[in-house]
T-cell receptor, first 112, second 116 residues
Framework: RKEVEQDPGPFNVPEGATVAFNCTYSNSASQSFFWYRQDCRKEPKLLMSVYSSGNEDGRFTAQLNRASQYISLLIRDSKLSDSATYLCVVNQGNTGFQKLVFGTGTRLLVSP | EAQVTQNPRYLITVTGKKLTVTCSQNMNHEYMSWYRQDPGLGLRQIYYSMNVEVTDKGDVPEGYKVSRKEKRNFPLILESPSPNQTSLYFC???????????????FGAGTRLSVL
């Protein structure tokens, strides 16, 4: 079993749609969680950290379920510019040491 | 502008010819790291450095070397490249080695390496 698993997609959605991605992780001791966005052949960039209580940043909402060991990302009112690969990232280290494990990514294609 | 700079961006080389990929950050970050990204495998850590003169192996260190003589620079060295090292490489840095949610990693633009 992979340490961090994501559905590779692609998810094809029309503009304005709501789309959700899930990610599961295997290490229950994982401390912190992130969603990164990666455009084709470019570097990953932080989209948002994921907090236990859930957090929202504009059209993006992230949730964490520690009991079930999954993280979700919800994108509302999808824009063409949201087309990218979304990487789920889990820190398996601790507060003093980071050990980031990356999922393989979920590809999103938003069409007009 | 705060950034992580990698060079070269693209490199084609032949088996056995030593090469170095440079990485520099201007944010005074303590932690730096090298990853490789391959289709279907995601990003995998090669080496990391928690501070000057402190480096350690990541998950896939075989065939690579690093050094951290200065805080800003973290070069990746392939002493004898082989075709299985053909990949997309990213350098990254973060303020500290800590693993809290606010300690964000910043990535360089990537180096696409082909070893023939």
């Amino acid at each position: 079993r992979k340490e961090v698993e994501q559905d590779p997609g692609p998810f094809n959605v029309p503009e304005g749609a709501t789309v959700a991605f899930n990610c599961t992780y295997s290490n229950s001791a994982s401390q912190s969680f992130f969603w990164y966005r990666q455009d084709c052949r470019k570097e990953p960039k932080l989209l948002m950290s994921v907090y236990s209580s859930g957090n929202e940043d504009g059209r993006f909402t992230a949730q964490l379920n520690r009991a079930s060991q999954y993280i979700s990302l919800l994108i509302r009112d999808s824009k063409l510019s949201d087309s990218a690969t979304y990487l789920c990232v889990v820190n398996q280290g601790n507060t003093g040491f980071q050990k980031l494990v990356f999922g393989t990514g979920t590809r999103l294609l938003v069409s007009p | 502008e705060a950034q992580v700079t990698q060079n070269p961006r693209y490199l084609i080389t032949v088996t056995g010819k030593k090469l170095t990929v440079t990485c520099s950050q201007n944010m005074n970050h303590e932690y730096m790291s090298w990853y490789r990204q391959d289709p279907g495998l995601g990003l995998r850590q090669i080496y990391y450095s928690m501070n000057v003169e402190v480096t350690d192996k990541g998950d896939v260190p075989e065939g690579y070397k690093v050094s951290r003589k200065e805080k800003r620079n973290f070069p990746l060295i392939l002493e004898s490249p082989s075709p299985n090292q053909t990949s997309l490489y990213f350098c990254a840095s973060s303020l500290s080695p800590g693993g809290n949610a606010k300690n964000i990693q910043y990535f360089g633009a990537g180096t696409r390496l082909s070893v023939l």
